[in-house]
């Protein structure tokens, strides 16, 4: 298959290549890729694990220690003893990864200033502010110390969304005088360019030789463990808080960090390359494989540099050579999956007996648009074909062909199955005077191996509409049918004058086959837990995308089905697909869905034993699943409805009471129905800080469903304020477009697993 050429109307590839590499570039400059980029060094980083070189040993203020010496921080007398045990044992340089903020004696200074005069060299730490015009400025206090053998060392890092430090430091300039960070100066480089280098997190830190504090406080401890080392005392213990997140090892003291960084800088200089060459080399691969002739070598070029690109990286960093990929590997992906969707599609845009293309290629013809349809129908094909083999049925094709092309022999004509043609026109030619000569040629017989064939032929015209090619093809095919019928040489369609007339009489007929076809679907509107500050759950809300129309209002079609008796099959659909949908989030956490039930199903006798299927069938636990019932649907003190609803309930399924405040708001309505959920109307939500009236409504209806032992949602929760008010009001759960607009359960789920990946971190 021809790859160079594209098909009449579509995109060029020139197109493809020049927009994938815009995209490209904006993904790699917005850092689009942080996250699978982190993901990807820390799985090569497994590949080449390797050992500390022992050359620095860590002094770990760790739990043991805080639990022999005393909670933190300590005074600093212990400081001292642990430098005078460290200086007696023979120690190279000690390194303090600690803070001296805190208050002090005199006689602990004193203590730890002679301490520190007695040792060989002791590094201080020093800490600078990242991003604010006091950059230079230290933000950890130093003990009074002076003498040659004190130095000062950066401890300041940068980390991420996952509190990971993917950079360090050489150096950093502090009240006009520039340190080295601790990295460097273990590292032995003193002065280090103003820069900065990617740790080499595939140094295993569980080699890194570690000594409790407590031990060498107590003197129980071997001195030759750290006898011409550097020693680096650090907090490690969580309580403390100086904890991040090791790629690929999990959550580590500070310390680490930078051994790890002076352990990368030991065994050379770290080169950083960016993300600019692999996109180079990428989009140069993604050149050649537009331009090749085969679609077979295209695939095998881009694969190609889809393994190089997830492979050379490896012993490119083995060699201390970083060099960011996700950009390259985005513009290989896209361009990979739009020729791979150009294959496919051209897989069936070809009639198999003609060789034309067939109506598929018309419907993918992006230029058709804007374009007439005229669409021709040989009437008595099907009686003709059915006596002809298949060369010979090919040959009339080409007599049918040769005459459509009288007057336009450059016109592309499309060939579907049943005698069936088409192809476009320009809408402002006068082509009535065309078809009508067309028409006159047909009254001639076609001759086929020597047979004399009869050809019945009418003409279709869809002059142009905003709606798709194969919606107007089909107006074009039911015109020329209705010409037959008419005795007709060709006739008009013009779908616009009744389109408002014949939505409005099948808007059911066609929503209970739009589920069928998946034109229904459920959007999910997250809900925050206003005490943990997390999603816990959502509202699956019904959502219509018409092939012609595009999305449907919710409120028109529900409201539609409703009043006409034909909400139980969407609402079995929705239920269904939130089921399942809660069911798989729930395998990683706890999460609820809420589903709107109609008061008009509580007569529905069969409903309860369908619920109970469906949580069987996907194993949710039935607490997990709320129906929230729209307060104003009136009930009796008794009778069919009340006696689903506990039956609801004894399911174990939460009822919700939805739009409180809009209907009957009283405490008998309270008291009758079993919900143990109450959601505020977002009418009052929306305005309760504008409006005093408003405000005491909420106010009161969250006293209230407390004292009764009842969860409150908020809806329409729209604006911070709104939401800060609400946590003081002591609401319990939060919904609206400033917690997150409907989306799909990819997108939710997605957006959680990020939330819970910081929170851990």
């Given at each position: 298959?021809?790859?160079?050429?594209?098909?009449?109307?579509?995109?060029?590839?020139?197109?493809?290549?020049?927009?994938?590499?815009?995209?490209?570039?904006?993904?790699?400059?917005?850092?689009?890729?942080?996250?699978?980029?982190?993901?990807?060094?820390?799985?090569?980083?497994?590949?080449?694990?390797?050992?500390?070189?022992g050359d620095?040993?860590?002094?770990?203020?760790d739990?043991r220690?805080?639990?022999?010496?005393?909670?933190?921080p300590?005074?600093r007398?212990?400081?001292?003893?642990?430098?005078?045990?460290?200086?007696?044992a023979?120690?190279?340089?000690?390194?303090?990864d600690?803070?001296?903020?805190?208050?002090?004696?005199?006689?602990?200074?004193?203590?730890?200033?002679?301490?520190?005069?007695?040792?060989?060299?002791?590094?201080?730490?020093?800490?600078?502010?990242f991003?604010?015009?006091?950059?230079?400025?230290?933000v950890?206090?130093?003990?009074?110390?002076?003498?040659?053998?004190?130095?000062?060392?950066?401890?300041?890092?940068?980390?991420?969304?996952?509190?990971?430090?993917?950079?360090?430091?050489?150096?950093?300039?502090?009240?006009?005088?520039r340190?080295p960070?601790?990295?460097?100066?273990?590292?032995?480089?003193?002065?280090?360019?103003?820069?900065?280098?990617?740790?080499?997190?595939?140094?295993?830190?569980?080699?890194?030789?570690?000594?409790?504090?407590?031990?060498?406080?107590?003197?129980?401890?071997?001195?030759?463990?750290?006898?011409g080392?550097?020693?680096?005392i650090?907090?490690?213990?969580?309580?403390?808080?100086?904890v991040?997140?090791?790629?690929g090892?999990?959550?580590?003291?500070?310390?680490?960090?930078?051994i790890?960084?002076?352990?990368?800088?030991k065994?050379g200089?770290?080169?950083?390359?960016?993300?600019?060459?692999?996109?180079l080399?990428?989009?140069?691969?993604?050149?050649?494989?537009i331009?090749?002739?085969?679609?077979?070598?295209?695939n095998?070029?881009?694969?190609?540099?889809?393994?190089?690109?997830?492979?050379?990286?490896?012993?490119?960093?083995?060699?201390?050579l970083?060099?960011d990929?996700?950009?390259?590997?985005?513009a290989?992906?896209?361009?990979?999956?739009?020729?791979?969707?150009?294959?496919?599609?051209?897989r069936?845009l070809?009639?198999?007996?003609?060789?034309?293309?067939?109506?598929?290629?018309?419907?993918?013809?992006?230029?058709?648009?804007?374009?007439?349809?005229?669409?021709a129908?040989?009437l008595?094909?099907?009686?003709?074909a059915?006596t002809?083999?298949?060369?010979?049925?090919?040959?009339?094709?080409e007599?049918?062909?040769?005459?459509?092309?009288?007057?336009a022999?450059?016109?592309?004509?499309?060939?579907?199955?049943?005698?069936?043609?088409?192809?476009?026109?320009?809408?402002?030619?006068?082509f009535?005077?065309?078809?009508?000569?067309?028409?006159?040629?047909?009254?001639?017989?076609?001759r086929?191996?020597?047979?004399s064939?009869?050809l019945s032929?009418?003409?279709?015209?869809e002059?142009?509409?905003?709606?798709?090619?194969?919606?107007?093809?089909?107006?074009?095919?039911?015109?020329?049918?209705?010409?037959?019928?008419?005795?007709?040489?060709?006739?008009?369609?013009?779908?616009?004058?009744?389109?408002?007339?014949?939505?409005?009489?099948?808007?059911l007929?066609?929503?209970?086959?739009?589920?069928?076809?998946?034109?229904v679907?459920?959007?999910?509107?997250?809900?925050?837990?206003?005490?943990?500050r997390?999603?816990?759950?959502?509202?699956?809300?019904?959502?219509?995308?018409?092939?012609?129309?595009?999305?449907?209002?919710?409120?028109?079609?529900?409201?539609?089905?409703?009043q006409?008796?034909?909400?139980?099959?969407?609402?079995?659909?929705?239920?269904?697909?939130?089921?399942?949908?809660?069911?798989?989030?729930?395998?990683?956490?706890?999460?609820?869905?809420?589903?709107?039930?109609?008061?008009r199903?509580?007569?529905?006798?069969?409903l309860?034993?369908?619920?109970?299927?469906?949580l069987?069938?996907?194993?949710?636990?039935?607490?997990?699943?709320t129906?929230?019932?729209?307060?104003?649907?009136?009930?009796g003190?008794?009778?069919?409805?009340l006696?689903?609803?506990n039956?609801?309930?004894?399911?174990?399924?939460?009822?919700?009471?939805?739009?409180y405040?809009?209907?009957?708001?009283?405490?008998?309505?309270?008291?009758?129905?079993?919900?143990?959920?109450?959601?505020?109307?977002?009418?009052?939500?929306?305005?309760?800080?504008?409006n005093?009236?408003?405000?005491?409504?909420?106010?009161?209806?969250?006293?209230?469903?407390?004292?009764?032992?009842?969860?409150?949602?908020?809806?329409?929760?729209?604006?911070q304020?709104?939401?800060?008010?609400?946590?003081?009001?002591?609401?319990?759960?939060?919904?609206?477009?400033?917690?997150?607009?409907?989306?799909?359960?990819?997108?939710?789920?997605?957006?959680?697993?990020?939330?819970?990946?910081?929170?851990?971190?």
């Amino acid at each position: 298959m021809r790859l160079r050429r594209s098909q009449k109307g579509e995109p060029s590839r020139w197109k493809l290549l020049i927009w994938t590499a815009v995209a490209s570039l904006f993904f790699g400059l917005i850092g689009l890729g942080e996250i699978a980029e982190d993901a990807l060094r820390a799985l090569r980083n497994t590949t080449h694990i390797h050992k500390a070189s022992g050359d620095i040993v860590l002094v770990a203020i760790d739990d043991r220690s805080l639990r022999d010496v005393g909670q933190w921080p300590w005074a600093r007398r212990h400081h001292a003893n642990l430098t005078t045990g460290l200086t007696k044992a023979g120690v190279n340089r000690i390194f303090f990864d600690v803070n001296f903020a805190g208050r002090s004696t005199a006689t602990d200074d004193a203590m730890l200033s002679d301490a520190i005069q007695q040792a060989r060299t002791v590094v201080l730490p020093v800490s600078a502010r990242f991003g604010t015009p006091e950059n230079d400025k230290p933000v950890h206090m130093l003990p009074e110390t002076k003498g040659k053998n004190v130095e000062l060392g950066v401890i300041s890092v940068w980390y991420n969304y996952q509190n990971a430090v993917w950079r360090l430091n050489y150096s950093r300039a502090v009240e006009g005088q520039r340190i080295p960070t601790f990295a460097a100066k273990l590292a032995g480089i003193e002065a280090g360019p103003d820069q900065t280098f990617i740790p080499d997190y595939s140094t295993d830190p569980r080699t890194i030789p570690v000594i409790p504090a407590s031990t060498i406080l107590s003197g129980q401890f071997d001195a030759r463990a750290v006898r011409g080392k550097d020693v680096v005392i650090a907090t490690t213990s969580e309580t403390i808080g100086d904890v991040y997140f090791v790629p690929g090892w999990g959550k580590m003291g500070g310390a680490y960090v930078q051994i790890i960084g002076a352990e990368t800088l030991k065994s050379g200089s770290p080169v950083y390359m960016g993300w600019i060459p692999a996109l180079l080399i990428s989009l140069s691969l993604c050149f050649a494989a537009i331009r090749s002739r085969s679609a077979m070598r295209a695939n095998l070029i881009l694969g190609l540099g889809l393994a190089a690109l997830l492979l050379l990286p490896v012993p490119a960093e083995m060699a201390l050579l970083f060099v960011d990929i996700t950009p390259a590997l985005f513009a290989i992906l896209v361009v990979a999956a739009a020729l791979g969707l150009r294959q496919w599609k051209q897989r069936g845009l070809v009639n198999t007996v003609s060789g034309l293309p067939n109506l598929s290629a018309l419907r993918a013809n992006k230029a058709g648009r804007e374009q007439a349809v005229i669409a021709a129908r040989v009437l008595n094909y099907a009686e003709i074909a059915a006596t002809l083999p298949p060369e010979q049925e090919r040959l009339l094709v080409e007599q049918i062909v040769s005459r459509l092309r009288v007057g336009a022999p450059d016109r592309t004509l499309y060939e579907g199955d049943g005698g069936i043609f088409a192809w476009f026109e320009e809408p402002k030619l006068p082509f009535s005077n065309h078809i009508e000569a067309l028409h006159t040629l047909f009254r001639n017989p076609a001759r086929v191996n020597g047979m004399s064939i009869d050809l019945s032929i009418s003409f279709g015209v869809e002059i142009g509409s905003s709606r798709s090619l194969t919606n107007r093809l089909a107006s074009a095919l039911v015109a020329a049918d209705e010409a037959a019928h008419d005795g007709l040489k060709w006739k008009y369609y013009d779908p616009e004058a009744l389109e408002d007339a014949s939505w409005k009489l099948s808007m059911l007929s066609q929503l209970d086959s739009a589920v069928d076809k998946g034109e229904v679907w459920v959007a999910y509107q997250p809900k925050l837990d206003l005490k943990s500050r997390r999603i816990v759950g959502a509202e699956a809300l019904a959502r219509w995308t018409h092939p012609e129309k595009g999305p449907i209002a919710a409120t028109e079609f529900i409201a539609a089905a409703e009043q006409h008796d034909r909400i139980g099959k969407l609402t079995d659909f929705i239920m269904e697909q939130a089921i399942a949908a809660a069911a798989a989030v729930n395998r990683k956490q706890d999460f609820g869905i809420a589903v709107n039930l109609s008061a008009r199903l509580l007569s529905d006798k069969g409903l309860v034993l369908r619920i109970q299927a469906m949580l069987a069938r996907h194993k949710l636990p039935p607490e997990a699943l709320t129906l929230e019932l729209t307060e104003t649907a009136e009930l009796g003190s008794n009778g069919p409805a009340l006696d689903m609803l506990n039956a609801l309930r004894d399911l174990g399924v939460t009822i919700a009471i939805d739009d409180y405040g809009t209907g009957l708001s009283t405490l008998e309505y309270l008291k009758k129905i079993p919900a143990r959920e109450i959601k505020i109307d977002q009418s009052f939500v929306k305005s309760m800080l504008e409006n005093r009236s408003d405000l005491v409504m909420v106010q009161s209806t969250i006293a209230l469903a407390h004292s009764l032992g009842r969860k409150v949602v908020a809806e329409g929760v729209e604006h911070q304020p709104v939401l800060d008010a609400l946590i003081d009001m002591g609401c319990d759960v939060a919904q609206g477009y400033l917690i997150g607009r409907p989306m799909s359960i990819d997108s939710l789920t997605k957006r959680m697993s990020i939330e819970r990946r910081s929170s851990v971190a």
